[in-house]
């Protein structure tokens, strides 16, 4: 696999022979941050291939030098977050942002369960359940902030980049994000149920989870 720099060079040499690399390099991911802001893999799959082709045009517009100095691990990673927006501002009514269940089969699932003790497969899938149910509460720019962060991977600074947020502002969102993430868990676990449609933070300071340890377990899936 060509590293972004190497890539983003050949991009600017030769845009139509470089271009399958680019594919091949980040469709997996860009569909996969496009699951997690939507939770229909439909949606996601033609968000991912439509920022592929805006790519495609985009850098067939610009000049050699300012391909070559594309990052294209963040600047891949905006279109795909702006597509997704878009998308779910037109279809909020048919997929809430409460409901990401259809995210489970996509992408929590433990990769190779073979080996793998039942007890210990159905504590996984718990916290997966438990982890996609409040992943949708958060809110939307604190969302997008730990996906590209912890799901995809990207340094701070790339998060910053690709969202146009200041470093510091994307490092706050994201503690933010992931303290919230771990005490609506803790009340989920407190309640044995899945977190609660329009659950806050705050409402489980006074309830202490009767099983700290798995909740807090759950959330470092997106650490």
Do not use: C
Not at 72 to 83: C, D, G, H, K
Not at 160 to 187: F, M
Request: hydrophobic content about 45%.
């Amino acid at each position: 696999m060509d590293t972004d720099t190497a890539l983003a060079a050949r991009l600017a040499r030769d845009l139509e022979a470089a271009f399958p690399t680019l594919v091949e390099d980040h469709q997996d991911r860009l569909f996969t941050i496009a699951l997690r802001l939507l939770g229909d893999s439909r949606d996601a799959e033609e968000v991912a291939q439509d920022a592929l082709v805006r790519a495609f045009r985009a850098i067939a517009g610009y000049s050699p030098d300012r391909t070559a100095a594309l990052r294209l691990r963040p600047w891949l990673a905006a279109i795909t977050v702006n597509l997704a927006r878009n998308k779910r501002r037109r279809h909020d009514d048919r997929h809430p942002a409460v409901q990401l269940e259809p995210m489970l089969a996509e992408g929590f699932e433990p990769a190779d369960e073979s080996g793998t003790e039942p007890a210990m497969l159905a504590a996984g899938r718990e916290a997966n359940a438990a982890m996609t149910a409040t992943l949708g509460q958060l809110p939307s720019a604190i969302r997008v902030a730990i996906v590209l962060r912890h799901v995809d991977g990207l340094s701070v600074a790339e998060t910053a980049e690709a969202l146009g947020r200041p470093e510091g502002t994307i490092k706050a969102q994201v503690a933010r994000g992931l303290e919230r993430l771990r005490l609506l868990l803790a009340e989920a676990d407190s309640a044995g149920s899945p977190p609660r449609r329009g659950a806050t933070a705050g409402s489980s300071a006074h309830t202490p989870p009767s099983n700290p340890g798995r909740a807090f377990a759950a959330a470092e899936v997106l650490s």
